[in-house]
């Protein structure tokens, strides 16, 4: 059932339970508090001689709230994220010398030499034909390649550049890891390559 509530300067019909209280919100925002009184007063509709029950408010319980402001928003631009750029990056890097090098590209691994247990750079191009890496020297040569040769600040860069060139955005790197690992790899082997005579 709707019933009109007047008070001046304003009158208006909401669905009410004479024992409710209510907030009322203008068309500007301001808010007030509403308790309905439940003895209504009567009064006859011009049009019909049916008694319209209007209930009036109980201007001891009538208070005005702060009015409604719209809020302001400030949205983060995700790309931006250091910490989305670090996340994706350990995942690069893992891959890359976890299952990209060893299992596709392992002859990378035999410009690196094991003397004694001691792992450095061979010095020739003939010495890394000659050089062969035996599968319990995968582990070691593997880390000697990321820490001394193509390091994580290196690779970072190179994500980077790429992404930049190609206008791609961090979160979309996944949809284009093939392009970016043959990438990675390339600047590996010039690197090995340039570190040889």
Do not use: C
Not at 8 to 36: E, L
Not at 139 to 164: C, G, H, I, W
Not at 178 to 187: A, I, M, R, T, W
Request: no cysteine; proline share 7%.
């Amino acid at each position: 059932m709707s019933y009109s509530i007047v008070n001046a300067p304003f009158t208006y019909s909401v669905p009410v339970d004479p024992n409710s209280t209510y907030i009322y919100t203008d068309p500007i925002g301001r808010q007030t508090i509403i308790d309905i009184s439940s003895s209504p007063s009567y009064t006859v509709s011009p049009v019909s001689p049916i008694y319209t029950p209007i209930y009036t408010l109980d201007t001891s319980y009538v208070y005005n709230l702060p009015s409604i402001v719209s809020a302001n928003y400030e949205y983060q631009d995700i790309n931006a994220d250091p910490e989305l750029h670090q996340k994706i990056m350990k995942k690069i890097y893992t891959n890359f010398y976890n299952f990209i090098i060893p299992n596709q590209f392992p002859h990378l691994l035999n410009y690196v030499t094991n003397s004694k247990g001691n792992y450095k750079m061979v010095k020739t191009y003939k010495e890394y034909k000659k050089n062969k890496t035996r599968e319990n020297e995968y582990e070691p040569k593997l880390q000697y390649l990321a820490r001394s040769v193509y390091q994580k600040t290196d690779m970072y860069k190179d994500v980077k550049n790429f992404l930049s060139t190609y206008e791609i955005k961090w979160y979309d790197l996944e949809d284009r890891k093939k392009e970016v690992f043959e990438l990675l790899v390339n600047k590996l082997k010039n690197k090995l390559e340039n570190l040889i005579d």
